[in-house]
């Protein structure tokens, strides 16, 4: 409920900085709700690689390639599931 206003000036600098026809596949950000049976929620926010400059704007730190498990599109493009999360057919963008 709190990260909401955070969560639009991320969607907004990604969407300024990568957005057009141009933008690579790999461009975009993912977000996750983790509760683990806790009455509040922490919200996480993935940038790929290629995302770097919009992470660093919101201080972001360098982790491993999440699980695309339970991971929401918070910007860029449906094409992104296939480009980074390859091999998962659950996320693959009809030809």
């Given at each position: 409920?709190?990260?909401?206003?955070?969560?639009?000036?991320?969607?907004?600098?990604?969407?300024?900085s990568?957005?057009?026809?141009?933008?690579?596949?790999?461009?975009?950000?993912?977000?996750?709700?983790?509760?683990?049976?806790?009455?509040?929620?922490?919200?996480?926010?993935?940038f790929?690689?290629?995302?770097?400059?919009?992470?660093?704007?919101f201080?972001?730190?360098?982790?491993?390639?999440?699980?695309?498990?339970?991971?929401?599109?918070?910007?860029?493009s449906?094409?992104?599931?296939?480009?980074?999360?390859?091999?998962?057919?659950?996320?693959?963008?009809?030809?």
């Amino acid at each position: 409920m709190l990260a909401g206003e955070i969560l639009e000036q991320i969607r907004t600098l990604f969407l300024s900085s990568y957005a057009g026809p141009d933008a690579a596949k790999d461009m975009a950000v993912f977000v996750r709700h983790e509760s683990e049976g806790r009455l509040h929620c922490e919200v996480h926010v993935y940038f790929p690689p290629a995302a770097i400059e919009v992470a660093e704007a919101f201080g972001a730190t360098p982790c491993t390639k999440p699980s695309p498990a339970d991971l929401g599109l918070l910007a860029g493009s449906e094409a992104s599931w296939g480009s980074l999360f390859p091999g998962n057919n659950r996320f693959k963008t009809p030809a």
